[in-house]
């Protein structure tokens, strides 16, 4: 059994009843018990309560309320309020499966000179899911962060994170258009203090794939993840050929979906590599 004291899993959830639902079931099927959830909940109405009362004593959790919506101003205010040693930040639209605080917790305990632990996003059938990740395992770095993290399954140890904060200028809700990427950036800045982290790709969330459809909506995402790629991108003067393989990536996606005549995907790309050239741009 894992010797971590605690984890707090800080939820930031708005506009969702179903999905949050879905995840507070898989927190409740963890074989790890020894967890904190802290849900900052943006929502302007009482949805949440009927979603969180049926958990009353099965774990602890802590219920904020936030007129301010943001992901990341949501995620600072539940890092204020976090007393776990491991700490991590799960989407609402995600799910754990029952062995992962265990097998988190595991790894922390037989590493203690890693200060966190990475994994992977899959679906529902076990494929890879809204990024494409390194099928190595190994240390996290500026340049292969990109492809060895996602903000819902990232761990990371509360003793290397003090005095460090999300940028509020980032993610969905920030009021800016960059939309995506804050995660990224918090771990690069941490990278630069000095954390060492730890990348497994068999360490799987699942969480939805992102939508496709041929709608405004799913442009105006695409547009906004891609900004908030090349956002942090410029911010954290990522070398030149890093910059310039992901402005390639959507015009090659946008080349080969065409091809098939799946229109849907290739506006999705043509949307973020518009985004990704705005991030980069001063």
Known sequence: MSRVVRFSLILATVDRVEEPRRFLASLDSQTFRD????????????RMDAILDPYTGRFPVLHL????RGLSRARNLGLKHASGDAIAFPDDDCEYPPGL?????????????????????VDSDGNTSNSKFDAE???L?????????????VFLRAKVMGGTWFDESLGVGAGTP?????????????????????????????????????DAETARKAYAYGCGMGRVLKKSNAPLWLKARYLARPLVA???????????????????FKGRLRGLIP
């Open 35 to 46: 967890f904190e959830l802290i849900v900052v909940d943006q929502n302007p109405d009482d």
């Open 65 to 68: 309320r936030s007129e301010a």
């Open 101 to 121: 605080l265990e097998n988190v917790g595991r790894f922390l305990d037989e590493n203690p000179h890693k200060d966190g632990l990475t994994g992977r996003s």
């Open 137 to 139: 395992s190994g240390a």
């Open 141 to 153: 770095n500026e340049v292969n962060v990109w492809m060895r993290a996602i903000e819902y399954a």
């Open 178 to 214: 960059w939309g995506a990427c804050e995660g990224t950036d918090y771990l690069i800045r941490l990278l630069r203090k000095g954390a060492s982290l730890h990348y497994d790709p068999n360490l799987e969330v699942a969480h939805p794939q992102l939508p496709m459809a041929q």
């Open 254 to 272: 946008i080349a080969l979906y065409s091809v098939r005549l799946d229109f849907p995907a290739s506006r999705w790309y043509w949307e973020a």
